[in-house]
């Protein structure tokens, strides 16, 4: 799992009308099912005026390298929505992604077709508003010090250039983001720059 993917780079949205109905497209990384399900759920509340909101996601099974794909129609007709969005990721091949597909109904039906087309531009148009990358797999490392080696972990943190958060409480806490492939070399060098007193999770 060490080889590259491509994702999107950032959160975007785009929005266009078809026969007077409003579509916007959010499209987002995720990491995780939870991740996916967490942005979904932001865009239902955001957009909970809406007729329909209509998720699909492309992200890793909890604990492998499988991927899980989901998608649902929100109430559009079987086979209109949710499947042409998530088409849409699996054609320009993009994991770790999420997209909703917000839709303000116009009076106007659209048929399964003209519905198909709509929320597979939807993603698409989002897509291209937030740009591929190329990634590679990275994993969460949680890092957990008393204050006394809290220096010396940042100062690794920060040779490495990975993306980390630290909290201050009663200990220190750094909640990392690190690429799979270095992630054991990362946990010895702080095991040894701390004399194996982090704690690594």
Do not use: C
Request: aromatic share 6%.
């Amino acid at each position: 799992m060490s080889e590259t993917y491509r994702t999107v780079e950032a959160r975007a949205q785009a929005d266009f009308e078809v026969k007077g109905s409003e579509f916007v497209g959010h499209v987002a990384p995720a990491e995780s099912v939870a991740e996916a399900e967490a942005f979904v759920d932001e865009v239902r509340a955001a957009y909970a005026d809406a007729t329909h909101n209509v998720p699909a996601y492309r992200v890793p099974a909890e604990g492998g390298d499988m991927l899980r794909e989901w998608s649902s129609d929100d109430g559009e007709p079987t086979g209109s929505a949710g499947k042409p969005a998530l088409n849409v990721l699996v054609q320009r091949d993009l994991r770790n992604v999420v997209a909703v597909v917000t839709r303000y109904y116009g009076g106007v039906n659209l048929g399964v077709g003209g519905l198909a087309r709509a929320y597979a531009r939807g993603v698409s148009d989002a897509v291209d508003a937030a740009g591929v990358v190329e990634e590679r797999p990275h994993e969460r490392v949680a890092v957990t010090v008393d204050y006394d080696d809290s220096g010396t972990v940042r100062g690794i943190l920060e040779s490495e250039g990975v993306d980390f958060e630290a909290a201050y409480e009663e200990r220190v806490s750094f909640d990392v983001r690190v690429p799979v492939a270095e992630a054991d070399a990362l946990r010895d060098r702080l095991r040894s720059a701390t004399g194996g007193r982090v704690e690594l999770g």
